[in-house]
């Protein structure tokens, strides 16, 4: 397992050492996930160091460690006993529901992008310019 990239999210970082101590590759975590109305690929996984990963992921992954999603959103296994459902069942909820926004603005922000390039203009009008190109315009002087 190739550990040089770094990881970006705490869930990945869970998975990665679940993978070392079990002494498995990231490979094996994707045929266990690969389905055929889901498919995953070791590129995918590989992908998550990257970014990180989609909510809708963690039961899945859970699952293939014989966890509940608990215990991966908790680091591992939890010595106490059994998990509290009606918390995984809310944390789950949450995080679906943050990947949803994330993905709604990410799309919103690339409609507008591309509705100003196809208008000929550099930004949409309902988005503020950046810091610094507000900086970099030269001021008017009066003519008196």
């Known amino acids: 397992m190739d550990n040089s990239q770094p990881v970006a999210d705490p ?9 070392a101590r079990l002494r498995k590759s990231q490979a094996w975590l994707a045929r266990r996930l690969n389905t055929p109305d889901r498919p995953c690929s070791p590129q ?15 039961k899945p992954i859970a699952d293939a460690f014989g966890w509940t999603v608990d215990d991966l959103l908790s680091g591992g296994p939890s010595e106490r006993g059994e998990a509290q459902p ?21 799309y ?17 009008e309902s988005a503020p310019e950046p810091a610094s190109r507000r900086a970099a315009k030269p001021r008017l002087r009066s003519r008196t």
């Open 108 to 124: 919103l922000r690339m409609h507008a992008r591309l509705l100003a390039l196809l208008d000929g203009r550099a930004l949409p």
């Open 44 to 58: 995918t996984v590989n992908n998550w160091k990257r970014k990180r990963v989609p909510a809708d992921w963690y």
């Open 11 to 19: 869930i990945m970082q869970v998975i990665e050492d679940e993978l």
């Open 86 to 106: 009606e918390l995984t069942d809310l944390a789950l909820e949450i995080a679906l529901k943050l990947d949803a926004i994330t993905e709604r603005d990410a």
